[in-house]
């Protein structure tokens, strides 16, 4: 703002007829109507700032919700038709079975399967579903493989450890994919998290599951 002075004792600075002009700016589109520059300057901050992620973070847990239903949907249509173990029935050097007997390949070959044709219909390519299917299931084998280790039974519940890395992976996994921050995967885990444990009981009144875990 530029400023001219009176002479005299006490005088104020008075601003130049124009500087309304400096500290402000004409609205496009609205006339004669003038905003403070300010409130310019934030509205383009508002248009311009990274778009809402909600939509993403949804539509990465429901596709996780998939991954993680569709071996259980498999298991009650089909029963124990095609449900070989993956880890062969082979025991790890403590004595304990690798993976346990729920993880099948016939589980890891319909996960994938559902997150593929699924992410299309998300607006999601379906390499991406791929991804997330791939990761999850890398991140469940990963979890029972830690049960397993630690005395837990096959399908035995471990709370936190049945979620975290299921979701984890697959949102570390497809960040640059879906342009995720880390508060969006920080915010996948926790959603899926909670889902996990509500989809479960209802699987389990359903009739789906045998566990409520």
Same mark, same amino acid.
């Given at each position: 703002m530029v400023l001219r002075y009176q002479r005299g004792a006490g005088a104020r600075p008075q601003p130049k007829h124009n500087d309304h002009l400096q500290c402000s700016q004409r609205l496009p589109g609205a006339g004669n109507l003038v905003a403070p520059r300010f409130l310019v300057y934030k509205a383009v901050l508002v248009q311009v700032g990274p778009p809402m992620?909600?939509?993403? @973070?949804l539509k990465l847990v429901l596709l996780l919700v998939t991954a993680n239903g569709a071996p259980v949907l498999a298991n009650k249509l089909l029963g124990a038709a095609l449900a070989y173990p993956l880890d062969g029935r082979r025991s790890f050097i403590d004595g304990? *079975?690798?993976? %346990?007997? &729920?993880? !099948?390949?016939r589980g890891l070959i319909v996960a994938? !399967? #559902? !997150? &593929?044709?699924? #992410?299309?219909l998300l607006d999601v390519a379906w390499t991406t579903g791929l991804v997330i299917g791939l990761a999850a299931m890398a991140g469940d084998l990963a979890s029972s493989f830690v049960k397993r280790r630690i005395g837990y *039974?096959?399908? %035995?519940? #471990?709370l936190g450890l049945d979620q975290i890395p299921e979701a984890l992976l697959p949102a570390v #996994?497809? /960040?640059?994919? /879906?342009?995720l921050t880390i508060v969006d995967v920080i915010v996948v885990v926790a959603l899926f998290s909670v889902g996990e444990l509500v989809l479960s009981?209802?699987?389990?009144?359903?009739? @789906?599951?045998?566990?409520?875990y």
């Open positions: 992620q909600l939509q993403l @973070i304990r *079975p690798v993976l %346990g007997p &729920s993880k !099948t390949i994938l !399967t #559902a !997150t &593929s044709v699924c #992410a299309p *039974p096959s399908s %035995g519940r #471990a #996994a497809t /960040m640059n994919l /879906m342009a009981r209802v699987l389990f009144k359903l009739r @789906i599951r045998n566990r409520p």
